[in-house]
């Protein structure tokens, strides 16, 4: 079993910034990709960047320049780096990951609770 446990949302002004964590616990041989979604109220969940083992992070355009993504393995926790934050970029941010939980098994994919983040103008 595995559980992604985020922390670090809040209120803040536009402007501002704010770090997420997500935190992997549990059963875990590799952990493939993490990254973080958001949903805003009434509308779908999109990504907001995604971190392959590996590779570079890449972001949806509009966080690019604004949003860095960043990963300590040996943590098994994945951040979210919010800079010149907007009012448009309120939602519930959820991190995901995609987890082996063992060598003969393939990758699954987890979420974690959600952490809400508005930003005030």
């Known amino acids: 079993q595995v559980q992604l446990v985020e922390s670090g949302g809040g209120l803040v002004q536009a402007g501002g910034s704010l770090r997420l964590s997500c935190a992997a616990s549990?059963?875990?041989?590799?952990?493939?990709?993490m990254g973080w979604y958001r949903q805003a109220p009434g509308k779908q969940r999109e990504l907001v960047g995604l971190?392959?083992?590996?590779?570079?992070?890449n972001y949806a355009d509009s966080v690019k320049g604004r949003f860095t993504i960043s990963r300590d393995g040996a943590k098994n926790t994945v951040y979210l780096q919010m800079n010149s934050l907007k009012p448009e970029d309120t939602a519930v941010y959820y991190c995901?990951?995609?987890?082996?939980?063992?060598?003969?098994?393939?990758?699954?994919?987890?979420w974690g609770q959600g952490t809400q983040v508005t930003v005030s103008s």
């Open positions: 971190i392959r083992s590996g590779g570079s992070p």
């Open positions: 549990g059963t875990i041989f590799s952990i493939n990709a």
């Open positions: 995901n990951a995609l987890i082996c939980s063992s060598s003969r098994e393939a990758p699954r994919e987890y």
